[in-house]
């Protein structure tokens, strides 16, 4: 169980107790500053979710648990929980069992209050959109085109679409869940306050009554913005169960935002430590692509490393109950990592206890099957032992000599774009635009938006946008509905067949299981 204090964690990193600020003796935030190395970077990814996830985070907890076991200097970089899937479906995203980070309770709830601050961030550049208009609109906004939406970090399907009235002119909106928010994924690829006041004043809120685009540098909030932003800027520094460093810092939902942890928590863990664990959300089609296409760009470093984790249960439920049926969907994420970003990579079996010796055994040899080496983890019961195995071949699999590729070109037109992922990545025929994704098209060409990153919000459950089609679909025709515009995050999110960028709660939510004693004591929260 870690008992060290978070001073002691910042000393295995090098840093100094100057350049932290502490948040009791557990939790941290560090100042972005570099520490001089160049560590190697693992990304932790997996086949296709079901809807209980496949344990990405606790399988990177425990390699990197492993790894500091055979004395390698490590630390994680994650993505900080929302509290949308905290109180819903999937619970916290604090690994599990042994291959957990601590304190999982603070770290699950309000942490550092990091989402807070993105949300107030994000609903003062709201208001100052109501208020500019309400004050005389001098910049003459269009009130039928503000494209800016609130956010709030729950999910509540009755704010995704509202009305209100500023004067007698009637506004249309809705909200996203924070983490899905532009805010939120400007603060991620921001890498210090210089490049996050431009970023925040980049942010496209509405259209002129002329057709022109405003900003909300014309709106003059970026540094209003950015002082709420100032402490959520800096990574957050825990540690794992076994005392090894984790930053935990923004970004999670691969589904419906680019699903990775923040830019300046990833230079800083890359900086400080030889090896850098960290993840991605969902599946090599959604978070991983991200990162290669979105993250490793701006981070100016591609993963030197890649662990694509599979499920048993998961794969029967792509093959209707047969492995060898649903190990279509792991092959399919295996020629993403090899021929599409070639990037190198092995196969972490993460093992639950009600999985047969058999069933193992027959996936070892599936995956070898295709030429790669794969573990089998058991990181929730033994923690980083139940990791070694994964953590030898990962240290033998780096290939200095590898080249990741990217799914797409920054020269390449918005279309191609998403038909290179869709064709590429998901294995589509064709893809389809709504009207209103063509006319968003046509305004993000019209503006010089042209030659931003793309970001595909899909269903997690599918490489299609039909949540049903399991397996590795193929021919699909891939439909894109709608198109949002982030040019604050130098981003197209292209959102793709009936996906929704606020989530509704289920029948049955995780908020039902859950207590607090009188003494202050809960149970019952992942």
């Known amino acids: 169980m870690a008992n060290n204090s978070i001073l002691d964690v910042a000393k295995k990193l090098g840093v100094k107790k100057e350049d932290i600020s502490l948040y009791g003796d557990k939790i941290a935030k560090v100042k972005c500053e570099d520490g001089g190395k160049d560590g190697k970077l693992i990304l932790v990814t997996a086949m296709t979710s079901n809807k209980t996830g496949i344990g990405k985070t606790t399988i990177s907890i425990g390699l990197a648990d492993a790894l500091a076991s055979m004395k390698k200097n490590v630390a994680l970089a994650l993505r900080e929980p929302s509290l949308g899937p905290v109180f819903g479906i999937k619970g916290g995203a604090t690994g599990g069992g042994k291959a957990t980070i601590s304190p999982s309770d603070e770290i699950n709830l309000n942490f550092t209050g990091d989402f807070h601050a993105v949300t107030e961030a994000n609903n003062l ?62 603060l991620c690829l921001s890498e210090d306050m210089k490049s996050l006041k431009k970023n925040l004043g980049n942010i496209l809120v509405a259209l002129n009554k002329s057709g022109e685009p405003i900003y909300a540098k014309d709106l003059k909030a970026e540094n209003a913005m950015a002082i709420v932003l100032k402490d959520a800027l800096m990574p957050n520094l825990v540690q794992t169960l076994e005392g090894a460093p984790a930053l935990v810092h923004l970004g999670p939902f691969a589904n419906i935002a680019h699903g990775c942890n923040s830019v300046t928590a990833t230079k800083f863990a890359l900086s400080h430590a ?72 092995v196969v972490a079996i993460n093992k639950h206890k009600s999985d047969s010796k058999a069933d193992i055994k027959l996936v070892e040899q599936l995956c070898q099957n295709q030429g790669v080496k794969v573990s089998v983890c058991e990181a929730f019961d033994k923690g980083g032992v139940g990791c070694l195995d994964l953590a ?59 030659k931003f990153f793309v970001n595909i919000a899909k269903t997690q459950f599918s490489f299609s946008d039909n949540k049903d089609l399991f397996g590795a679909p193929k021919g699909f025709d891939f439909h894109i509905s709608d198109i949002e515009v982030r040019s604050g995050a130098k981003m197209i999110v292209a959102i793709a067949g009936s996906m929704l960028l606020m989530p509704g709660l289920s029948k049955s939510p995780n908020y039902l299981k859950m207590n607090i004693s009188v003494d202050g004591e809960i149970s019952g929260l992942f």
């Open 125 to 186: 550049l709201a208001s100052i959109i109501d208020n500019h208009i309400f004050q005389g609109n001098e910049l003459q906004i269009d009130g039928q085109k503000i494209f800016f939406k609130r956010c709030l970090d729950v999910n509540d399907r009755s704010l995704r679409k509202i009305e209100y009235r500023i004067g007698r002119e009637k506004i249309e909106t809705g909200f996203n869940i924070t983490a899905a928010s532009e805010v939120m994924a400007v």
């Open 274 to 345: 030889d090896y850098c664990v960290t993840e991605a959300g969902f599946g090599s089609d959604l978070g991983a692509e991200k990162f290669f296409d979105i993250k490793s760009r701006v981070l100016k470093k591609s993963p030197d490393m890649a662990v694509l984790v599979v499920v048993v249960d998961v794969l029967k439920e792509h093959g209707n109950g047969d492995i060898v049926v649903g190990f279509e969907n792991v092959k399919k994420h295996i020629e993403n990592l090899r021929d599409v970003f070639k990037v190198p990579f």
């Open 392 to 450: 030898e071949n990962v240290l033998k699999s780096f290939d200095e000599n590898a080249k990741v590729k990217y799914a797409y070109q920054m020269s390449d037109s918005i279309k191609t774009k998403i038909e290179k992922i869709a064709k590429n990545v998901y294995g589509a025929g064709s893809v389809s635009y709504g009207d209103e994704a063509e006319r968003k098209i046509e305004l993000a060409n019209k503006i010089g938006c042209e």
